[in-house]
């Protein structure tokens, strides 16, 4: 059988054996667990970005319905491995069987059957391994809830951080536009020029109303992924999200996500069918019955007979034969079958899971070299050259064409930066996800730490 991963030895410690007694107890002290582990992180730097996972970690639809299946996995493990109801039968002789102490009445028997103790045991750990994997399942997607709505979260970001940089540009083209008619009026700019802005100004103001339906959208998308009202606000930082990388390699990275719920609820899915498949054997084999009978007699008829209307007390022991063997052994096959699926499926999860993060990292790593060249290179350089065809226009060395032009390709990188931002946001919140941890985060070389 597979090893548990680290993540699962707590809780296996709860869901030992002695758990059944008070699985309440071992519930409380899990969920208690999974509260601490869900704490604030450096993930989410941004104070509107935190409150929006702290709700959606109380709040998700997903995530209380997986809470939920969690509880009642836990509950169930105090039921597994219980004996079979015991049986107690009474009855009465129609026609009372003389004896030499006396008559016959009826009969109180009372049975208890014993399976295979293998069958018990097995009945214990798959329960116990189906409350690991509930509690996997729930890690796993508050994981998945909560990486959805950071990359909800960095899209509207994104949105209104390019509303600003347009309505920037529309006063700088107002700004623009009254320079020119002012040099209109002496003979120093042409009519032309003026219109050139004015379509220049009118093409983005029609970008800025469309805007406003994708901020719209993308405030949806935020509140459907932490389970917000229709009309509740969304707010965002003004501030981008910080410039990192990951602080270890891809080995490491890798490594450090072998710990991830997936695998553990897989793992755990593993040990279930493991025991599934013991159980299914110990169907073969012979159960026990023990049992007691007791037998109420009425005094003898003859008088002075030694041991009167003394009732009649049995023991005995039965053996359960498992004579369908044919049909047994269909269900070890079927049971050795559902435990090479979910090997083969652990076995999947975990290349899933090596490819999500050797992916994710290149993302981040690659979007990191992204904001660096277009903050410090591609946009210190349009900048540099708008302020000088800016002056130049005003000397009349340069035309309103080039100007307009060259507005263009600032506003242009203006938003490329932001979205280069938001994209590396989006690209953590995939590594994360995948890691089942925040990783740990440096700056990139040559910065600052």
Known sequence: MPRLP???????????????????????QAEQVALEQAAPTAAASDPALQALLDRARAESPAVRATHADWQAAVMRVGGAGRLPEPTLSVGVFVQPVETRVGAQ???VSLQQGTPWPTALGAQRDGAQAQALAARARHDATTLSVTG??????????????????????????????????????????SLADVQQVDLSRARLADALASMEAAERSAEAAVRAAVGLDPQAPVPTGAEGPPLAVPALDTGALIALAQAHPLLAESTARSAAADAHLRGANAQRLPGFMVGVDWIPTAPAAMPDVEDSGKDAVMVGVGLRLPLWQRSYAAQVSAARATQAAEAARLDGAADRVAAGVVDAAARVRDGARRVRVVERTLLVQAEATYSSLLGAMTVGQASTAQVLLAQRDLLELRIDADRSRSALARAWADLDERCGAPVPRTAPPGDAP
């Open 6 to 28: 680290a993540l699962l030895i707590p809780v296996a410690a709860l869901l030992c054996p002695q758990a059944g007694a008070a699985p309440r107890a071992a519930w409380a």
């Open 105 to 107: 009445q009826g009969r």
């Open 148 to 189: 959805e709505v950071r990359r909800r979260y960095w899209t509207l970001w994104e949105v209104r951080a390019a509303q600003r940089v347009h309505r920037s540009h529309l006063d700088v083209l107002d700004g623009l536009a009254r320079s020119l008619r002012a040099r209109v009026a002496v003979g120093a700019a």
